[in-house]
C-alpha cells in the first residue's frame, strides 16, 4: 500500500499562484510515476499533468502548459505542482496519484491523495 498526503492549495485571485504538494508513504517513491488530476463541480475528473519515475520525463494538459510546473524530490518522497497565472477556470479538487506499473493510461494509477480545494475567484 502506498499513502499520499497533499497539502496546500486555497483560494486565490485570477493571476496568482500556488503550489501543490504531495508526500507519499513507504521506500518505493522512486519506482513510481506520478500524476495530477482535477476535478470541478459537476465534471468529470482530469487529467492535468505527469512526471516519470525519475523526473527526467512531464507531460501537461494543453489548457495548463506553460502556467503549471510539476517536479518530484525522490529523496523526500515528494512531488510538487506549482501553478502559476492561475485562471478561474482552474477551480477543481487536485488529486495526485501514483501509477506503480509502466502503462501509461489512467487506469495504471492506482494510489490516490485525499485531494485539496484549489479556488481562483476574481
Known amino acids: 500500500q502506498v499513502q499520499l498526503v497533499q497539502s496546500g492549495g486555497g483560494l486565490v485571485q485570477p493571476g496568482g499562484s500556488l503550489r501543490l504538494s504531495c508526500v507519499a508513504s513507504g521506500r518505493s517513491f522512486s519506482a513510481y510515476g506520478m500524476g495530477w488530476f482535477r476535478q470541478a463541480p459537476g465534471k468529470e475528473r482530469e487529467f492535468v499533468a505527469r512526471?516519470?519515475?525519475?523526473?527526467?520525463?512531464?507531460t501537461y494538459s494543453d489548457s495548463v502548459k506553460g502556467r503549471f510546473t510539476l517536479s518530484r524530490d525522490n529523496a523526500k518522497n515528494t512531488v510538487y505542482l506549482q501553478m502559476n497565472s492561475l485562471k478561474v477556470e482552474d477551480t477543481a479538487v487536485y488529486y495526485c496519484?501514483?501509477?506503480?506499473?509502466?502503462?501509461?493510461?489512467?487506469?495504471?494509477?492506482?494510489?490516490w491523495g485525499q485531494g485539496t480545494q484549489v479556488t481562483v475567484s476574481s
Open positions: 512526471i516519470s519515475r525519475g523526473g527526467g520525463s512531464t
Open positions: 496519484a501514483a501509477n506503480p506499473s509502466s502503462a501509461p493510461g489512467v487506469g495504471s494509477y492506482l494510489y
